[in-house]
Structure formats: C-alpha cells, structure tokens
C-alpha cells in the first residue's frame, strides 16, 4: 500500500507540473503544443538520469524511484495527450505543424533518456 501511495502522491505532483507547463507554453496562435513537447522530453531526461542512478548506486531507493520514475515522471509525461494532439493535427489538415512535432519529440524524447543515463554515470 506504502508503495501505491508513493506512486500516486509522486503522480499528482508530475501531473499538476505538466498541468502548468502546458498552460505557460502552449500558445493558441500556433498550432505545435510546445508545453506537451517539453514535458515529454524533460521527463525521459529525468527518468533517464533517475533509472540510470539508481541501477549504479545505493544512494536511491526504491521506494525514491516509486515516487520520483513511476510517480513524478509517470505523471508529467503523457502519451495520450500526444496522440491526441496529432489527432487533432492531421483532422485539421495541419500537416507541417504535425510532422515536425511528432519527429521532434520522438527523436528529443529518445535522445534525452541517453542523455540522462549518460549523466547519471557522471554523478
């Protein structure tokens, strides 16, 4: 039980955190959602240095990866609000906001993972 309130507590934080960042950097005269764009490669960064620590030190937890990987990152990064948003690009025909914001935040997210695990090993 300890565990599952770890989650959802880390959860909550992460995803009131998206909740303003969506806010601050989406704007509604373009049409790339730049705020679920951040979110999503800053959290892969994060989860990518949290994971990455803790499987070269005993300095974390399991019970800090539960709350700030599964919990904090869980909550922050959305992959349902990134589908939904191309969805909602290609039925408004917007191809050239669509294809940039799906490459970007796949290559960014993927690369900001390594990135994070490449700096958790000089931490």
């Known amino acids: 039980m300890k565990q599952a309130l770890l989650v959802f ?15 601050w950097l989406n704007n509604l005269e373009t049409a790339i959602p730049y705020g ?9 960064l994060l989860i990518g240095f949290i994971l990455g620590y ?8 399991q019970t800090q990866s539960l709350l700030l990987a599964t919990g904090f ?17 290609i039925k408004n ?12 935040s796949l290559v960014l997210g993927f690369s900001a993972v390594f990135v994070g695990l490449y700096l958790s090993k000089i931490f």
Request: glycine share 14%.
């Open 93 to 104: 025909g917007d191809y050239f906001s669509f294809l940039p914001y799906t490459l970007l």
């Open 73 to 89: 990152c869980g909550g922050f990064t959305t992959f349902s609000t990134f589908a939904y948003e191309n969805h909602l690009l």
């Open 36 to 44: 679920t764009m951040f979110s999503n490669v800053l959290g892969s």
């Open 9 to 23: 507590v880390g959860g909550g934080f992460g995803s009131v955190a998206r909740y303003y960042t969506s806010r």
């Open 54 to 61: 803790l499987s070269k030190t005993s300095n974390m937890s």
